[in-house]
């Protein structure tokens, strides 16, 4: 992950972070330009899932599937003992 220094836009190194949670997060950074030397904080926060993930694969499965109408479900097993 590449930071820029907010002041003049050169490169920044992340010193250390501070974790809130798995999806949060306190960067604290300093430009690496000498005569800038700015130090600063930014935030690292989860947004959204693009793609989910193949670990919860079944997980999801289960879930749509218990909130299925029966007729669903019943559609839903006939189409997959065609495969």
Same mark, same amino acid.
């Given at each position: ?8 836009? %050169? ?6 972070? &501070?974790?809130? *949670? ?17 130090? =600063?904080?930014?935030?690292?926060? =989860? *947004? ?7 670990? &919860?694969? &079944? %997980?999801? +499965?289960?879930?749509?599937?218990? +909130?299925?109408?029966?007729? @669903?479900?019943? @559609?839903?097993? *006939? ?5």
């Amino acid at each position: 992950m590449r930071v820029s220094c907010s002041q003049c836009g %050169e490169k920044a190194r992340i010193g250390k972070t &501070n974790w809130f *949670s798995r999806t949060s997060a306190d960067l604290y950074c300093s430009c690496t330009d000498a005569e800038c030397g700015h130090t =600063f904080v930014m935030s690292l926060g =989860f *947004s959204h899932t693009l793609s989910p993930s193949a670990k &919860n694969t &079944n %997980e999801l +499965v289960m879930a749509l599937v218990k +909130v299925m109408s029966l007729d @669903q479900a019943k @559609q839903l097993h *006939s189409q997959l003992s065609l495969i």
